[in-house]
């Protein structure tokens, strides 16, 4: 009877444990979610469709199932593993009325209601559970506007153009033509869920005393060129009071007034007048302000000429810009000396009025234009004959532009002098020429093997057969006719520099006025005679060897080259090396100084006054 009734409560308990077990289940089903919305505001169109963005976190399976407003129509999905898409889910107009935004009771400019998202899990789990959402009515588009208005002429076929700026792609995508009252509007298209539209630039362009004018919209500047303008998007409208459509108006103004100078009080007839925008952002480094030897000063809008009288009007420019504004003439001054050139009323360079506040802004500007009797002289010793590129000679003004102010070469001498010279810092550059193109007798007749292949059948002109050209160009880049002497059958343009000594940069000189007695004596220097690196080239297959080019370069963005030539065996010695680390480059066009593959030393660390070698270069072409 014991035995009857353990085995009958045991029977009992099983239902017991089964229940125990079923009660459990559910808790472990609920930790098991893969699939997820990451659609917080999912925005119906009039039909009550909605694009839901919704992501699966299984490592390894596709997650299936349905998704739906709560008591509404469901939509299967099925995404791959570790990954979303948007899943359209539509609700019922007719049932969901309460939570569709194109109908009354939500909140804000799109009728924002709250809903709640059903989502019923199949695979790889067998789950449901929802996800509470706020729904809005869809938002196809927005408006950017805006009016062109200002001071002086209004150019004719005037517009303002949308661009899109990727990288450095720039894509035109829509024009509006301006009538006379000035205002433009374009209409974009937001994205998915009322997200915001992507960053487009504006232009305003038009004719101005003939000449096609246009720059960009830039809130607090003046922006020349798309890469200053400032992105402006479109974004959904948020309360009921009003859009957010983007304002970006154009207003215009100008420049107008007199140059005057000491020997013209009246007026000086046909001096330039530069206006210019001062770029966004000055480049960090110091290679890329100087790597060409230009003047990074700023983006032109408008180069003026003055009359007879010396007035000037430089029109159509953004009136919320402070410009910089160059002053030059070629006419002398009272004492005979040429006119200095003015930055903002200052001598010197672009950047010599640094502060905002002495930048200048649309309105009137008069300057005065004068000369200077200041000088910077001085004189260099050589260690050894110099050649002419050992005497040649930049001087720099010392700031972020490093602009070129003058170059020549040093008397044999060595004594030098630089005149005219406006207030300022400067620095002198010794053998520091960065190029030296010119015309090299040559063993070949001609190289036109070089000059072979689509980029390089135009510059045939680089060389002469002979003692005559065949092409009138050779003599515009300095050709002058002459027998290559014996050994030799003809001449080659080559980027090549012959130098004894190591090059080498001043300390900063300060001119202080524009009197003689501001002028700075006695800038001497001594050259050392530079390092120098010989070695030889050899070609696979026996090719020729003969006069190509090897160059070698600083290292430290200084961007001086030394080169040399190689011999009827392939040897070559380059010198006037100053201490540090170079690169070594052989070129295959000795004419072109283009780099290509070899084997051997790519670089080599010197010291003044010592010789190295680079061994055997193996070139691969």
């Known amino acids: 009877?014991?035995?009857?009734?353990?085995?009958?409560?045991?029977?009992?308990?099983?239902?017991?444990?089964?229940?125990?077990?079923?009660?459990?289940?559910?808790?472990?089903?609920?930790?098991?979610?893969?699939?997820?919305?990451?659609?917080?505001?999912?925005?119906?169109?009039?039909?009550?469709?909605?694009?839901?963005?919704?992501?699966?976190?299984?490592?390894?399976?596709?997650?299936?199932?349905?998704?739906?407003?709560?008591?509404?129509?469901?939509?299967?999905?099925?995404?791959?593993?570790?990954?979303?898409?948007?899943?359209?889910?539509?609700?019922?107009?007719?049932?969901?009325?309460?939570?569709?935004?194109?109908?009354?009771?939500?909140?804000?400019?799109?009728?924002?209601?709250?809903?709640?998202?059903?989502?019923?899990?199949?695979?790889?789990?067998?789950?449901?559970?929802?996800?509470p959402v706020m729904v809005e009515k869809r938002q196809y588009s927005q408006t950017i506007r805006g009016?062109?208005?200002?001071?002086?002429?209004?150019?004719?076929?005037?517009?303002?153009?949308?661009?899109?700026?990727?990288?450095?792609?720039?894509?035109?995508?829509?024009?509006?033509?301006?009538?006379?009252?000035?205002?433009?509007?374009?209409?974009?298209?937001?994205?998915?869920?009322?997200?915001?539209?992507?960053?487009?630039?504006?232009?305003?362009?038009?004719?101005?005393?003939?000449?096609?004018?246009?720059?960009?919209?830039?809130?607090?500047?003046?922006?020349?060129?798309?890469?200053?303008?400032?992105?402006?998007?479109?974004?959904?409208?948020?309360?009921?009071?009003?859009?957010?459509?983007?304002?970006?108006d154009f207003t215009y103004g100008h420049l107008t007034g007199r140059i005057t100078g000491t020997n013209h009080p009246g007026g000086v007839p046909g001096a330039t007048v530069r206006v210019a925008a001062v770029p966004i952002v000055w480049p960090s480094k110091t290679g890329d302000r100087r790597e060409l030897d230009v003047p990074f000063c700023a983006n032109d809008f408008v180069k003026a000429t003055t009359d007879s009288s010396g007035d000037y009007s430089a029109n159509f420019l953004p009136a919320n810009g402070k410009f910089v504004v160059q002053v030059a003439s070629t006419l002398k001054a009272a004492d005979g000396k040429s006119y200095v050139k003015l930055w903002n009323n200052v001598r010197g360079t672009c950047i010599g009025a640094k502060g905002a506040s002495t930048r200048v802004p649309v309105g009137g500007y008069s300057p005065v234009l004068d000369s200077s009797d200041a000088e910077i002289t001085g004189d260099i010793d050589f260690k050894t004959t110099p050649t002419s590129n050992d005497r040649y000679l930049i001087l720099r003004t010392n700031d972020a532009n490093r602009t070129i102010v003058g170059q020549g070469h040093a008397a044999?001498?060595?004594?030098?002098?630089?005149?005219?010279?406006?207030?300022?810092?400067?620095?002198?550059?010794?053998?520091?020429?960065?190029?030296?193109?010119?015309?090299?007798?040559?063993?070949?007749?001609?190289?036109?093997?070089?000059?072979?292949?689509e980029d390089r059948g135009n510059e045939k002109w680089k060389t002469v057969n002979g003692k005559y050209p065949e092409y009138k160009k050779s003599y515009q880049m300095g050709y002058v006719a002459k027998s290559p002497g014996k050994g030799k059958k003809g001449w080659m343009y080559r980027d090549h520099c012959k130098e004894a000594h190591a090059e080498r940069t001043s300390n900063?000189?300060?001119?202080?006025?524009?009197?003689?007695?501001?002028?700075?004596?006695?800038?001497?220097?001594?050259?050392?005679?530079?390092?120098?690196?010989?070695?030889?080239?050899?070609?696979?297959g026996g090719k020729s060897n003969k006069e190509m080019l090897v160059t070698a370069y600083r290292k430290d963005n200084k961007y001086v080259a030394r080169t040399a030539v190689t011999d009827g065996s392939g040897r070559f010695k380059m010198y006037g090396l100053a201490s540090g680390n170079w690169s070594i480059m052989v070129n295959a066009d000795s004419w072109r100084g283009i780099g290509r593959s070899f084997s051997g030393k790519h670089s080599k660390s010197v010291s003044v006054g010592k010789g190295y070698s680079a061994g055997t270069l193996y070139a691969k072409f």
């Open 147 to 248: 009016r062109v208005s200002g001071t002086g002429p209004m150019p004719t076929d005037a517009k303002v153009t949308l661009f899109r700026a990727s990288g450095l792609k720039t894509t035109r995508l829509k024009v509006f033509r301006l009538n006379s009252d000035g205002n433009y509007s374009f209409t974009v298209a937001l994205g998915t869920n009322n997200s915001p539209t992507e960053y487009f630039r504006l232009a305003v362009s038009g004719v101005v005393d003939g000449e096609l004018r246009e720059w960009y919209y830039q809130s607090n500047g003046a922006a020349r060129y798309i890469r200053d303008a400032r992105g402006v998007r479109g974004v959904k409208d948020v309360n009921t009071s009003g859009d957010r459509a983007v304002v970006a």
């Open 508 to 540: 900063a000189r300060q001119i202080l006025g524009t009197t003689a007695g501001h002028s700075v004596v006695g800038v001497d220097t001594t050259l050392s005679r530079g390092a120098t690196i010989s070695g030889r080239v050899t070609r696979k």
């Open 1 to 131: 009877m014991r035995t009857r009734l353990r085995l009958l409560l045991t029977l009992c308990a099983v239902p017991a444990l089964i229940a125990g077990v079923l009660a459990i289940t559910p808790a472990a089903s609920a930790a098991s979610r893969y699939v997820s919305v990451t659609s917080k505001t999912p925005a119906v169109y009039k039909d009550g469709k909605a694009l839901v963005y919704t992501k699966c976190s299984h490592k390894s399976k596709t997650c299936t199932g349905k998704l739906s407003f709560k008591g509404g129509p469901a939509t299967k999905f099925s995404i791959g593993r570790k990954s979303a898409k948007y899943v359209t889910v539509k609700l019922n107009k007719t049932t969901q009325a309460t939570i569709d935004p194109w109908k009354p009771g939500g909140t804000g400019a799109n009728n924002r209601k709250p809903a709640t998202l059903v989502i019923n899990e199949d695979k790889p789990s067998n789950t449901t559970h929802t996800q």
């Open 412 to 453: 044999a001498s060595g004594t030098y002098r630089f005149s005219n010279l406006a207030p300022g810092s400067y620095v002198m550059e010794y053998a520091k020429r960065t190029g030296c193109t010119g015309w090299y007798t040559s063993r070949y007749k001609n190289n036109y093997a070089y000059h072979s292949g």
